[in-house]
């Protein structure tokens, strides 16, 4: 299937998610934060990203717009952002991504999102820095 770097800061929700798509048969790299996520993006190139957004160290929102300007080539990576912020739709289009899904949701819809990600490849496209 894919490679994927899943990103989340609680412990629950991360390890069941990366337990769920290795089930699915992805590889997953899992980190806590942001920092951490970049560090997994360094040491390996994934087909996508799953990232929260409102973590602790570095925020979602802060990595994403990091992989487009200090790690090169990652900035064709398609990111899926889960959040159970009320600002999630915003936050996409900020960041440019058309992928995101509010938490909690159903492991199907995580499947489908994952599916469309991978199929369309679009990657994220800050306006503020591709515009």
């Known amino acids: 299937m894919a490679s994927i770097v899943l990103i989340d ?6 390890e069941t998610m990366a337990d769920l798509l290795a089930m699915e048969g ?3 790299r ?3 934060n942001g920092v951490e996520g ?20 570095l925020d979602g929102r802060a990595m994403v717009f990091r992989m487009f300007v200090e790690n090169l080539g990652r900035e064709n990576i398609p990111v899926i952002l889960v959040s ?8 996409a289009a900020v960041l ?14 995580l499947n489908a999102t ?3 990600a991978l199929t369309e490849a679009i990657p994220a496209r800050p306006p ?4």
Do not use: C, N, W
């Not at 970049?38 to 160290?57: G, I, K, N, R, S």
């Not at 159970?84 to 936050?91: F, K, N």
């Not at 440019?96 to 819809?109: C, I, N, S, V």
């Open 30 to 32: 899992a980190a806590r």
């Open 9 to 14: 800061d609680d412990d629950d929700i991360r």
């Open 38 to 57: 970049l560090q997994a993006l360094d040491d390996h190139f994934p087909q996508l990203v799953v990232t929260d957004v409102e973590m602790p160290v």
């Open 128 to 131: 503020s820095l591709f515009g």
């Open 26 to 28: 992805h590889d997953v």
């Open 96 to 109: 440019g991504t058309p992928y995101y899904l509010a938490k909690p949701f159903p492991l199907e819809a």
């Open 84 to 91: 159970g912020a009320a600002d999630l739709r915003e936050v």
């Open 114 to 116: 994952i599916g469309r």
